[in-house]
């Protein structure tokens, strides 16, 4: 094992074989890079290092400082590359926040659009964590995204970044939308609007941005879909009204207008539950029938979630009652899932909880 070097540039350190790592210890304060003659010293003092790792060593400090926030800050407000400088700032991540916010905070200049841009990049990746946590968990529902809400102003243009950006998942684009609505206000619509007329705008975008827009109380977007499907809704053949209406509670449902949502859900269930019973009699296949069922036993959870959204708790807990006798599975969302959330702070909650439990004694949820 060869023993650090003296000297006062730097040291190394070799551990014997068969292992072998390669330490270059930086001494304090070199003024800058070193001349060609300290470079000739260096190589032949140290042979067996590489040209680029002394180099590297003595030029790290002064690297280092060139890919700090006010260095870049420094070079953009110099006329350097704006969009280059602009991305090496959202690099380096939420530690140059602090740096960007007060230089935005000190004022208007030629370079505040720039520190946004990479401040809205910054924070849209902490956002995206909340964001791809609340698709994870597979549920949607009314506030689902609140907790963007702490950082209020910040988050509402991180969240149009991720919606205007092309590159990001078209999944946590369509989340933005919604996470919009949990934490923003009217204020917004404009914004919105510009971007619902976009004719390049991808389609499913469009449509999330409508029910954005109906939320804050521009329902233009919505009407004609919700004609359309009401024409549906009284048709003679069962399975078209079934559709039509199964439509207009997922558009009610998403605007925030729970008691037509109820309404159609009532509606669905009667009609469910009126063809399953037909189905069944007359025999059809057991497969087809099973994803009936299955279907059914959705429709009893969505329409409790929906019943307890508008207040109506005894019948929510009745559908949820339906639903979890029909799938067990729908037990586990009960304490998770925000829709249900004025149920659960109902003083009758826990003796329905236990009621549920007793239903599945000898049976793992």
């Known amino acids: 094992m060869?023993?650090?070097?003296?000297?006062?540039i730097f040291s190394i350190s070799t551990p014997?074989?068969?292992?072998?790592?390669?330490?270059?210890?930086?001494?304090?304060?070199?003024?800058?890079?070193?001349?060609?003659?300290?470079?000739?010293?260096?190589?032949?003092?140290?042979?067996?290092?590489?040209?680029?790792?002394?180099?590297?060593?003595f030029s790290a400090p002064a690297w280092a400082a060139e890919k700090e926030p006010a260095a870049i800050i420094a070079k953009l407000?110099?006329?350097?590359?704006?969009?280059?400088?602009?991305?090496?700032?959202?690099?380096?991540?939420?530690?140059?926040?602090?740096?960007?916010?007060?230089?935005?905070?000190?004022?208007?200049?030629p370079v505040t659009k720039f520190l946004e841009q990479a401040r809205n990049s910054i924070v849209a990746g902490q956002v995206s964590t909340a964001l791809r946590k609340g698709l994870?968990?597979?549920?949607?529902?009314?506030?689902?995204?609140?907790?963007?809400?702490?950082?209020?102003?910040?988050?509402?243009?991180?969240?149009?970044?991720?919606?205007?950006?092309?590159?990001?998942?078209?999944?946590?684009?369509?989340?933005?939308?919604?996470?919009?609505?949990d934490i923003s206000n009217k204020s917004i619509l404009p914004r919105l609007r510009q971007l619902y007329w976009d004719l390049l705008l991808d389609s499913r975008l469009r449509e999330e941005l409508g029910i954005i827009l109906a939320i804050f109380g521009d329902t233009q977007s919505v009407e004609?879909?919700?004609?359309?499907?009401?024409?549906?809704?009284?048709?003679?053949?069962?399975?078209?009204?079934?559709?039509?209406?199964?439509?207009?509670?997922?558009?009610?449902?998403?605007?925030r207008d729970?008691?037509?949502?109820?309404?159609?859900?009532?509606?669905?269930?009667?009609?469910?539950?009126?063809?399953?019973?037909?189905?069944s009699q007359a025999g059809i296949p057991k497969e087809l029938?099973?994803?009936?069922?299955?279907?059914l036993n959705l429709h009893y959870y969505n329409a409790a979630c929906s019943n307890s959204l508008n207040g109506s708790l005894e019948r929510a807990r009745k559908y949820l009652l339906k639903a979890v006798q029909g799938n067990p599975e729908h037990y586990g969302n009960i304490s998770k899932d925000g829709d249900l959330l004025k149920m659960r702070k109902d003083p009758g909650f826990p003796a329905f909880m236990k009621k549920l439990g007793r239903l599945f004694e000898d049976e793992e949820i």
């Not at 963007?148 to 989340?175: H, M, Q, V």
């Not at 499907?229 to 079934?242: C, D, I, K």
């Open 289 to 295: 029938l099973d994803a009936r069922k299955e279907q």
């Open 77 to 109: 407000e110099k006329g350097g590359d704006t969009v280059r400088l602009t991305r090496e700032l959202a690099e380096l991540g939420p530690g140059a926040l602090d740096t960007i916010r007060e230089k935005i905070r000190s004022g208007p200049s």
């Open 136 to 181: 994870a968990s597979q549920l949607s529902f009314d506030g689902q995204y609140h907790e963007l809400g702490k950082n209020r102003a910040e988050n509402i243009e991180a969240l149009f970044y991720l919606l205007n950006d092309e590159s990001s998942p078209l999944t946590i684009r369509l989340t933005s939308c919604r996470a919009l609505a």
């Open 258 to 279: 729970y008691e037509k949502a109820v309404e159609a859900y009532e509606k669905i269930i009667e009609l469910s539950e009126r063809i399953f019973k037909a189905e």
């Open 224 to 255: 004609k879909e919700l004609g359309r499907y009401e024409q549906f809704a009284h048709h003679q053949r069962s399975l078209v009204r079934l559709s039509a209406n199964v439509q207009l509670s997922n558009i009610y449902y998403r605007i």
């Open 2 to 8: 060869q023993e650090g070097c003296s000297s006062n």
């Open 16 to 57: 014997p074989p068969p292992r072998y790592i390669l330490r270059v210890d930086l001494q304090p304060a070199s003024q800058g890079r070193p001349s060609p003659i300290e470079n000739k010293i260096l190589l032949m003092k140290y042979p067996l290092l590489p040209r680029a790792l002394l180099l590297l060593a």
